[in-house]
């Protein structure tokens, strides 16, 4: 019998379908396709694009004083991603195979091609790669922490949290002695399958 937590899990994985779906019947009508994962434009499109270009020149004369002096801070961010980035991907190298656990592909979830439009400027194509790598690890290392509480403690939370990650709803109600041990071996054996995925990026 299938459980309420399968059964949303199941409508979560349709709706995901149905974005991917989306996505690509907009990819068609923005006139792109992907060549060995690079975004490539109809050349009328492209020109189109250049042409609405806001120049780096005029584009820095239209920012406000306040934006210039908060930068340094905000592109001071990258010393610590790129660390976690490092740490993490250490951490799975070396943990998962001790337990088994399948390892997350960090490309599915960093995806950095916005660069390649050319209606950005320098600048502006400089800062989506930055946002394009930040948040793309911040989903990969929720992945990565995902896949280890549900290895190690997959027990739900008594009181509601901000965010729930793939493999939550699967976890074992909070106050449930008698399910934990049976819950606990239920949810190591679905981390540890072969080509798992949870409901991230499809590979």
């Not at 995806?111 to 793309?136: E, M, P, S, T, V």
């Not at 990565?144 to 190690?152: D, K």
Request: aromatic letters at 10%; one cysteine or more; hydrophobic letters at 40%.
């Amino acid at each position: 019998m299938t459980s309420p937590a399968e059964t949303l899990l199941a409508r979560i994985r349709e709706l995901q379908d149905e974005l991917e779906q989306d996505l690509h019947r907009r990819s068609e009508a923005f006139r792109y396709r992907l060549e060995n994962g690079r975004v490539v434009f109809e050349k009328d499109i492209r020109a189109r694009h250049r042409a609405l270009r806001v120049r780096l020149s005029t584009f820095l004369r239209g920012t406000r004083p306040m934006v210039l002096l908060t930068a340094p801070v905000i592109y001071s961010l990258i010393v610590p991603f790129v660390l976690l980035d490092l740490l993490v991907s250490l951490y799975q190298a070396l943990c998962f195979p001790v337990y088994g656990i399948e390892k997350v592909r960090r490309r599915d979830f960093i995806r950095i091609d916005r660069h390649h439009l050319a209606y950005l400027n320098a600048l502006q194509k400089l800062n989506c790669i930055y946002c394009g790598y930040c948040n793309g690890l911040i989903g990969y290392v929720q992945e990565v922490a995902g896949r280890t509480e549900a290895y190690w403690c997959p027990i739900k939370h008594a009181a509601r949290i901000g965010a729930y990650h793939a493999y939550y709803a699967q976890f074992v109600d909070y106050g449930d002695a008698e399910g934990f041990e049976a819950g606990l071996s239920a949810s190591r054996q679905h981390i540890t399958r072969p080509g798992l995925s949870g409901l991230g990026p499809k590979p």
